[in-house]
């Protein structure tokens, strides 16, 4: 899911983000592909800023959201756990929330800019 790029809903744990819309995106990869490599792939990221940031997320929550397998004849793999969609749902409801909230006042700041592709 591409988000919004106007307001970027972020849950933070302390310093830490513990979930936003790159982790979001992170969860969905891992989902997709069945790997954080794979998942880093798509994403055009290293592996380890991917592993550095399932880390993260499992840490910041009570229960981890993506469980890992090592390698192996079947070479591994990671999971999104029901825990991690279920904190992935409920993240991409508050993004709608926010972005909908917002909409009309944005829409009439919007109106006030000027163009700049002039």
């Given at each position: 899911?591409?988000?919004?790029?106007?307001?970027?809903?972020?849950?933070?744990?302390?310093?830490?983000?513990?979930?936003?819309?790159?982790?979001?995106?992170?969860?969905?990869?891992?989902?997709?592909?069945?790997?954080?490599?794979?998942?880093?792939?798509?994403?055009?990221?290293?592996?380890?800023?991917?592993?550095?940031?399932?880390?993260?997320?499992?840490?910041?929550?009570?229960?981890?959201?993506?469980?890992?397998?090592?390698?192996?004849?079947?070479?591994?793999?990671?999971?999104?756990?029901?825990?991690?969609?279920?904190?992935?749902?409920?993240?991409?409801?508050?993004?709608?929330?926010?972005?909908?909230?917002?909409?009309?006042?944005?829409?009439?700041?919007?109106?006030?800019m000027s163009d700049?592709?002039?």
């Amino acid at each position: 899911m591409n988000y919004s790029k106007t307001i970027r809903v972020r849950v933070m744990q302390g310093d830490t983000i513990a979930f936003g819309p790159g982790k979001a995106d992170l969860l969905q990869a891992i989902e997709r592909t069945g790997s954080i490599s794979g998942a880093a792939r798509e994403m055009e990221m290293s592996y380890r800023r991917a592993w550095l940031l399932v880390e993260e997320m499992n840490r910041c929550f009570s229960s981890a959201l993506v469980t890992t397998a090592t390698g192996g004849a079947r070479g591994g793999g990671a999971v999104v756990t029901d825990f991690g969609r279920d904190i992935l749902a409920r993240y991409q409801r508050m993004q709608k929330k926010a972005d909908a909230s917002i909409a009309a006042d944005l829409g009439y700041l919007r109106s006030l800019m000027s163009d700049q592709s002039e």
